[in-house]
C-alpha cells in the first residue's frame, strides 16, 4: 500500500487520485464554458473566455442541490469521476465525490470549474484562457499582455456559468488549498449563495510569509533565459525554470517525513560518490525530485504558473482592505480542515480565520488531518474526514 501512494505522489500535486473499481464507474465529461468577454476584478476585459467544467449526479428541480467543489492550484476541474472505464486514475478527490460517498451524487449535483490561467494549458482535458491562450485582437498568444486576475475572477466565472444553468444558490462550495481561498471568497463575496463552506488545507489571506513563500515559485522561472520576459511561444519554453518552480512545489506541499521514506528508497546517503567527487552531481533524492517535475513540465504553462502565484499572492477573503472585514461578510456555515503537518498553508492560517469568525458570533468549526503527507493530507487523505463532511452537510 505504501509503495501504490507513493507512486501516486511522484506525480506531483497534479493528478493525485485513486482508482474506482470498474463495476461501478463514475463517469463523467468535461465541457466548454464560454463568455464573449469579461471584465476582472482589476477592471481590464478579457475577451471570448473558455473554461472547462465537468459534473456529477443530477441537477433537481429546484436547483438548490449544488455543491461546487473550488480546485487547488496544480488541479482542474476533473475532481471525481473518470471519462472512460478504463482511465488508470479517476478525479483527485473520487475517494469523496459520488453515489454513497461523503458528497453523495446520488442526492447533490456536485460541479467543478477549471480556473482562469489554469497551470496543465497543454493538458488535452483541461479547457482554459490564460496567457498561453491566443488574444482574438493579435491572433498570437497573449504572453504578459494577459490581465492580472485574482481569487474573485475564478469566482465570478464560475458563478457566470452557474447562472446560465439556472442556479441561483448553492448547497455548499467545498476546496483545497488555492481551491479553499475560492470557496472563502464564495462565501465572502456572495454571502447569500453560500449557506455552507468547508475550506479544506486552507487560507482566507496570503500573509506576508506566504506571499513570500509564493514569489519562490515564480523566481526560477524568471531567472530562465528563455522566458524572454514572458514571450517565448515562439521559440523554447523556459522548462528548466519551470521545473524548478515544480521542485519548490513539490517540496512544500509534502513533509520531511515523506522525503526521509523517499530518500531510503532511492537509496539517499549525505555521502553520495556523485556529489562528494564533483560539484556538477546531485544526490540521489534531488534527482528523483527533479525528474519528477521534468516529467510534468511539458503539460504546463510558466507564464500560467506566473499568474496563478499572483492571483494567490493577492488574496484576502472579499478583497477588501483586511482579513476581518472579508470575514465579516459571510453568513454561512463554515468547517476548516487543516493539515496538521502542512509546511505551505500552515495551520495557523486556518485557526485564525475561525477564530474569528467565532468571535463575530458565527457558526464555525475545524477538525484537523493527523497525517504525515504534509499539504497534500487534503487531496490524498481526505477520506479520513468523509464523515464530518458528510454530517456538515446534512446539516440544516
Given at each position: 500500500?505504501?509503495?501504490i ?5 511522484c ?40 473554461v ?51 458528497i ?7 460541479i ?55 442556479i ?8 483545497p ?5 475560492q ?41 530562465d ?41 532511492v ?8 556529489p ?28 500560467n504558473?506566473?499568474?496563478?502565484v ?25 468547517l ?58 446534512e446539516q440544516?
Amino acid at each position: 500500500m505504501k509503495k501504490i501512494i507513493l507512486t501516486i505522489l511522484c506525480c506531483l500535486f497534479f493528478s493525485f487520485s485513486y482508482a474506482n473499481d470498474t463495476r461501478d464507474v463514475l463517469l463523467t465529461q468535461k465541457r466548454s464554458f464560454q463568455l464573449p468577454q469579461f471584465k476582472t476584478f482589476g477592471g481590464e476585459v478579457i475577451a471570448e473566455v473558455n473554461v472547462g467544467w465537468e459534473s456529477y449526479g443530477t441537477l433537481n428541480e429546484l436547483k438548490d442541490n449544488v455543491v461546487l467543489i473550488t480546485h487547488y492550484f496544480s488541479g482542474n476541474s476533473h475532481a471525481a469521476g473518470k471519462y472512460h472505464k478504463d482511465d488508470s486514475q479517476a478525479g483527485y478527490w473520487d475517494s469523496l465525490i459520488g453515489p454513497g460517498k461523503a458528497i453523495d451524487t446520488n442526492h447533490f449535483y456536485v460541479i467543478s470549474v477549471d480556473s482562469l490561467a489554469n497551470l496543465g494549458a497543454y493538458n488535452p482535458n483541461v479547457i482554459t484562457t490564460g496567457p498561453s491562450s491566443i488574444n482574438p485582437k493579435t491572433q498570437k498568444p497573449y504572453g504578459l499582455d494577459f490581465p492580472v486576475v485574482t481569487i474573485r475572477d475564478f469566482v465570478n466565472v464560475q458563478k457566470a456559468l452557474l447562472e446560465s444553468l439556472g442556479i441561483t444558490s448553492l448547497h455548499a462550495v467545498v476546496g483545497p488549498s488555492m481551491g479553499s481561498m475560492q470557496a472563502i471568497e464564495w462565501a465572502s463575496a456572495y454571502p447569500n449563495w453560500v449557506p455552507r463552506m468547508i475550506a479544506v488545507i486552507p487560507a482566507a489571506q496570503s500573509d506576508a510569509w506566504t506571499t513570500a513563500a509564493l514569489e519562490q515559485w515564480a523566481m526560477p522561472i524568471r531567472l530562465d533565459a528563455n522566458w524572454n520576459n514572458g514571450d517565448y511561444y515562439q521559440s523554447t519554453p523556459p522548462i528548466e525554470g519551470l521545473t524548478a518552480a515544480l521542485m519548490l512545489i513539490t517540496q512544500q506541499a509534502l513533509s520531511p517525513t515523506f522525503f526521509n521514506q523517499q530518500g531510503a528508497q532511492v537509496g539517499y546517503v549525505p555521502l553520495e560518490s556523485g556529489p562528494l567527487h564533483d560539484i556538477r552531481q546531485t544526490h540521489s533524492i534531488v534527482k528523483w525530485l527533479y525528474n519528477r517535475a521534468k516529467s510534468r513540465a511539458s503539460q504546463m504553462d510558466a507564464n500560467n504558473l506566473l499568474y496563478l502565484v499572483r492571483a494567490c499572492q493577492l488574496f484576502v477573503a472579499g478583497h477588501q482592505g483586511s482579513l476581518q472585514n472579508g470575514l465579516k461578510n459571510i453568513k454561512g456555515k463554515t468547517l476548516f480542515i487543516p493539515a496538521q503537518s502542512d509546511l505551505l498553508l500552515m495551520p495557523y492560517m486556518a485557526e485564525l480565520s475561525q477564530n474569528l469568525l467565532q468571535e463575530q458570533g458565527n457558526n464555525t468549526a475545524i477538525s484537523p488531518l493527523d497525517g504525515q503527507s504534509g499539504h497534500l493530507e487534503g487531496i490524498l487523505n481526505i477520506q479520513e474526514k468523509a464523515n464530518r463532511i458528510r454530517q456538515f452537510l446534512e446539516q440544516d
